[in-house]
């Protein structure tokens, strides 16, 4: 090879290791531009990303299963919560029967009701058929809240309360009658209302309601 000849190849060879050595530089800026891209996506949508955890609730004798859900403040407000939690604590002291906590149940429904449901709830403890004479202390029945729907209407506040009742027969201890109720009240929150030291330490905000309607569920 002649010297002229070698001294172009080595050119030649210098400027395609320059072409090269540039080509592999656009490369790697380029790879490293699109890797911070994506890294700082991947920052920017962690706020956005929510771990939901779901507990499933087995009953082991019906192997009905729900879902347990965790509350917070998009999901339900601290009035809402309030709301279902009256609603169904005055289902389950109206229609559950525990002979010894009786008087305990009775006095609190009344203090949650307005004088009409008073008269009402009175009228299942009177006469000689009430329900205290039929089922003494031989028999319990027992309240499970199935759930609570909340809603208005004309501007006063509904709760629809879903519950399954079990009557249970204590000198068997067998279970008996079991039935399912949807429950319709009306209610409104009284704090104005005059009531004892006592009394608002069990209804601090005046919980009352004003109607109450029962319906047996029918099962196909």
Not at 50 to 63: A, D, L, R
Not at 119 to 124: K, L, Q, R
Request: hydrophobic content about 35%; glycine content about 4%.
């Amino acid at each position: 090879m002649a010297y002229g000849d070698a001294i172009g190849y080595e050119e030649d060879r210098q400027s395609e290791l320059v072409k090269s050595r540039k080509i592999a530089w656009i490369i790697a800026s380029v790879s490293v531009v699109l890797t911070v891209l994506s890294t700082s996506s991947i920052f920017l949508m962690m706020p956005l990303k929510t771990v939901v955890p779901y507990v499933i609730k087995e009953n082991v004798v019906t192997g009905e299963t729900r879902i347990v859900t965790m509350l917070d403040k998009r999901t339900l407000t601290t009035d809402e919560a309030t709301d279902k939690f009256f609603a169904s604590d005055y289902v389950k002291k109206r229609e559950q029967y525990y002979y010894n906590i009786l008087a305990k149940d009775y006095y609190h429904v009344l203090l949650y009701s307005g004088e009409q449901v008073q008269n009402e709830y009175a009228s299942i403890y009177s006469g000689e058929d009430s329900r205290d004479k039929l089922l003494s202390n031989n028999f319990k029945v027992e309240v499970e809240v199935l759930g609570v729907v909340l809603a208005q209407s004309s501007g006063t506040k509904i709760a629809t309360v879903r519950s399954k009742i079990t009557t249970i027969d204590l000198h068997s201890h067998t279970k008996g009658i079991t039935s399912f109720l949807s429950s319709t009240i009306a209610y409104e929150y009284q704090g104005n209302k005059q009531m004892s030291e006592e009394d608002r330490l069990l209804s601090p905000i005046g919980y009352t309601v004003l109607t109450y309607r029962k319906d047996e569920e029918v099962k196909q």
